[in-house]
């Protein structure tokens, strides 16, 4: 079994899990705080980037563990695809040389450096992408460090900005965050479990909201939902490959009973 | 020796290399790539594209062909370079497949800049006329997995597909991706790999950093000046067991991974997270600085890399171990590096022999290693191959003999 023990949460409106599942959007709030990266050291970066490791920071508060020693993976089908955009556009205005403030954060384990650095950790960190997959390859790439490791937890982090025009045409969803902070053992207060490896279940297709459907990390949403309402979790089994591979979600009441 | 921080990897089992491609500025084949380097022939070049700075890269030669119809919405000179390099491979990875199943079988690639060299093309012609090009297919193209969709369909393969982006040491870290996929029983074989294409966005963004280089890049050298930037498309077949019909001379035997935490593009100046990566290297696979005869460097050719990393390997080695960067041959493959880097290192172990490290000399006299400007013939059993990128992500991968 591995335990959820912490959650990280940011979208536009909604600055955490809890304003999210309450329905309580601000229409002001369009970047995360982002405070563990000093105001100097946000200079360059995306929101992308800050909501990667605004979420990081809320998954390793709320499982009190130390975000300068965890491990982390972040995960995004197209990363840092807005910084890019803004640096063909600096070539296509006859620049020669591109700002280097932007072009140091356009790679897409930008996150990754933004929090180590911050956090002083010197651990694994890594950053993937898997399409509209991209979610569920990155459980499959923290629970198995994880569960190969001596690790007691990892994070999971994982974001889509906005397409940028001319992208937009290729998809339009709304800009959505989410980590997860998984541990070897539940600590008091965790949100449910998994078990892993489980090689049965169907492929992972749910209904997704609609404000967010076209968005890979919309397929973190049915988890949460799953770990919060204990009836939800029935049958839900994410398949992290195109052939059963598949992870159990558990809420935390059904955790308590299985054996 | 720096004790690693953090977390520390088990022992790992080795895995046998069951195959290996690579294509870059050195040739079309395999085969030619490694007897340019064998020849200590660079393939630097004057860029044959528009690029408004003066520099040398490391171009695959001659032109690419066109995918096969049936993947033509993949079709761009990212996935032309792969389909180069994975049709050496191809035979090999459908024996993994008939050999462990469908399911069994996972692609992890590793890339920095993805399909970007098309999307660069579209977002200029949308900037001149408000439209894209009707073949431009985002997902397939620019997405950074949809190489990797394209090799799982090309090999025929339903294990898991992704593919890690973190700068310059992707294609290092796709090998520890699948030792821990095969420790956690979830696969028995990956295609590991990594591939980058030339475009402009690289080319100007590190010549905005002052690091490109506008002559053939000379690492360690105290006339170093800044970084070549190359292409390339490098593959590895690892699999739990070696075929018993066709035993591996080749494996990895240890990967290790680290994190600087000091800055985005600048390495640690005592190489504090390169020195951890491979010490976890040399722990993973049970092996001391006494049982290391080269290591492969990343030296780019900045002034700061090349001086961490020589501090780095001196905190480990001293000035015992041959150490060569191969950047003067492709230039600087970004995400294909360590890929490309561990088809070199294997050739050591092959050939019994240390390349040269072409453009060395005179050679920095701060730098306390031991780098040379000519190829020598020795026993070669283990080999560290080292990538470090801009986030402070580091990776060693440990490659020798058959343990």
């Known amino acids: 079994m591995i335990a959820v023990n912490g959650i990280g949460f940011w979208a536009p409106g909604f600055a955490g899990l809890g304003a999210f599942r309450a329905g309580e959007a601000d229409r002001d709030l369009t970047m995360p705080k982002c405070e563990v990266v000093t105001a100097r050291a946000r200079r360059g970066t995306s929101r992308i980037g800050r909501m990667l490791a605004e979420v990081t920071t809320q998954a390793a508060a709320d499982a009190s563990v130390d975000l300068g020693a965890v491990p982390t993976v972040y995960a995004s089908a197209w990363g840092e695809i807005d910084i890019m955009i803004n640096l063909l556009g600096q070539i296509a205005d006859g620049d020669v040389g591109l700002s280097p403030l932007r072009f140091k954060h356009s790679v897409h384990n930008s996150a990754s450096g933004m929090v180590s650095i911050a956090a002083g950790n010197r651990t694994f960190s890594t950053a993937l992408a898997a399409g509209r997959k991209t979610f569920e390859q990155g459980v499959l790439e923290a629970l198995t460090y994880l569960t190969t490791t001596d690790a007691d937890h990892v994070i999971l982090a994982v974001a889509e900005d906005r397409l940028p025009a001319p992208l937009d045409r290729f998809g339009e969803y709304e800009a959505l965050a989410v980590a997860f902070c998984f541990g070897t053992d539940a600590r008091e207060g965790a949100h449910g479990t998994l078990s892993f490896p489980k090689r049965t279940g169907e492929p992972f297709r749910p209904d997704l909201p609609e404000l967010y459907a076209e968005n890979p990390t919309a397929f973190a949403l049915p988890v949460l939902d799953a770990l919060a309402n204990p009836e939800g979790a029935e049958g839900l089994a994410l398949s992290a490959a195109p052939r059963p591979f598949a992870i159990d979600v558990l809420s935390a009441e059904q955790s308590r009973t299985e054996p | ?403």
């Open chain 2, 1 to 403: 020796m720096p004790l690693p921080s953090g977390v520390m990897d088990p022992r790992r089992p080795p895995l046998p290399i069951t195959a290996a491609a690579a294509v870059n500025a050195l040739g079309r084949t395999t085969r030619e790539v490694l007897d340019a380097l064998d020849a200590g022939r660079s393939g630097l070049r004057p860029p044959t594209f528009d690029v408004p700075v003066t520099t040398l890269v490391g171009a695959i030669p001659g032109d690419l062909d066109a995918l096969p119809a049936e993947y033509a919405a993949y079709d761009c000179r990212l996935a032309r370079m792969a389909k180069l390099a994975y049709d050496e491979v191809h035979e090999e990875v459908v024996r993994a497949r008939e050999r462990w199943g469908r399911e069994r079988v996972a692609i992890i690639l590793g890339t920095s800049t993805g399909g970007l060299h098309a999307t660069e093309r579209a977002f200029f012609q949308w900037r001149s006329d408000g439209t894209v090009p009707a073949d431009f297919d985002f997902h397939r193209q620019h997405d950074f997995n949809g190489l990797g969709e394209l090799l799982g369909a090309m090999a025929g393969v339903d294990g898991p597909v992704y593919t890690l982006s973190t700068a310059c040491s992707s294609s290092g870290k796709v090998m520890a991706t699948a030792q821990r996929l095969i420790d956690a029983d979830v696969i028995d074989a990956a295609l590991v790999g990594g591939v980058d294409s030339l475009c402009r966005m690289t080319l100007q963004g590190f010549h905005g950093l002052g690091v490109l280089t506008d002559v053939a890049c000379r690492p360690f050298s105290s006339e170093r000046k800044g970084i070549n930037i190359g292409e390339g498309a490098a593959f590895c077949l690892l699999e739990r067991e070696e075929v018993s019909s066709a035993p591996s001379d080749v494996w990895v035997l240890g990967v290790g991974e680290s994190s600087d935490a000091h800055h985005m593009s600048s390495p640690h100046p005592e190489g504090r997270g390169a020195a951890e990566a491979m010490s976890r290297a040399m722990a993973q696979g049970g092996v001391g600085p006494d049982g290391i005869d080269h290591i492969n460097a990343h030296g780019t050719s900045t002034l700061l890399n090349d001086a961490a990393e020589s501090i780095a390997i001196h905190s480990l080695f001293g000035d015992r171990v041959p150490v060569v960067s191969t950047k003067g041959y492709t230039g600087h493959l970004l995400g294909a590096a360590g890929g490309t880097e561990a088809i070199f290192a294997m050739h050591a172990v092959r050939s019994n022999r240390v390349p040269r490290s072409l453009g060395v000399e005179p050679k920095d006299p701060s730098v306390a290693i031991d780098v040379q400007d000519v190829p020598r013939d020795q026993p070669v059993r283990r080999v560290l191959s080292n990538s470090f990128a801009f986030g402070g992500s580091n990776v060693s991968v440990l490659i020798g003999e058959r343990p």
